[in-house]
């Protein structure tokens, strides 16, 4: 099979597209044929190296969200036959690039796998995974009462818009702040009200909870109300001790149920997601490129 490889931890160009012998599933694991590989700044970060529990050794692949149909099944699975459209998420803290989903098969666990719903197509199924259920636990972490105003800063991406619009729905007072010139888009989310990113956070708050989904650290920071709650996508600088804030970061979570249930909402349209392009698995340096270039409206997706 056709896989990308990370051959050394660096720019876009360690990213080489290699010839990998066909994986075969064992008991109790399922062959999976890629149809379409989300790109994370996640992945961009393992591909130079600082990730939880250290950089990754080369050669590695890279990926975490997909989806695609099973191609066999191992003895022991039941619930599954080929053919089956699936989508899920490779715990990719767990495998640490020995499984990817920038290939053209893949192992998986059938705790990784939901089954996607007819009328979702592969590359918005692919979306679905690791923002989604970020942004759902993060809502859960912070918890804030029913009413109260919420800030979600990245409103325009995937954790952000996942977000708002849950909390939206949730009945919470959202506040998003907006990439620039895609006010319109988070506007549509469910929100009470849209910030533009030129005009900063600087007449915004103080709020209950901020979710900083970009994160812009001491920004986000200065709009929590004292007392209030703060979590962030990445480590950022630690508020002041005495303002009483408490300060969270959301690790992402495999939770199939989780995910089944999402993944249905994506696909009778309760939940909203964005492409912003799909592009040959042979590209996945491009796409590395337009991912840190920044600016994009939705998810970068690779096409095996």
Known sequence: MRAVAVTALGGPGVLEVVERPDPVAGPGEILVRVRAAAVHP???AAR???????PVEPPFLLGWDFAG???AVGDGVPGHRPGDRVAGMVPWYQTRGSVGAY????????DWLVGVPDGLD???AATVGLNALTARRALEMMSPAPGSALLVTGASGGVGGFAAQLAARAGLRVIALAST???????SLGVAEVVPRSAGLAGVGPVPAVLDAVPLGPEAAAAVADGGTLVSTRPVPPVDPERGVRQEIVLIRLDRPMLAELMAEVADGRLRTRVAATLPLAEAAHAHRLVEAGRLRGKIVLVP
């Open 181 to 187: 010139d895609d006010e319109e888009w988070v506007g």
């Open 48 to 54: 130079i190296g600082p990730i939880p529990g250290g």
């Open 122 to 124: 592969a590359a918005e």
């Open 42 to 44: 996640a992945d961009v």
């Open 103 to 110: 290939a053209e098969f893949l192992v998986a666990r059938p």
């Open 69 to 71: 149909d099973v191609a």
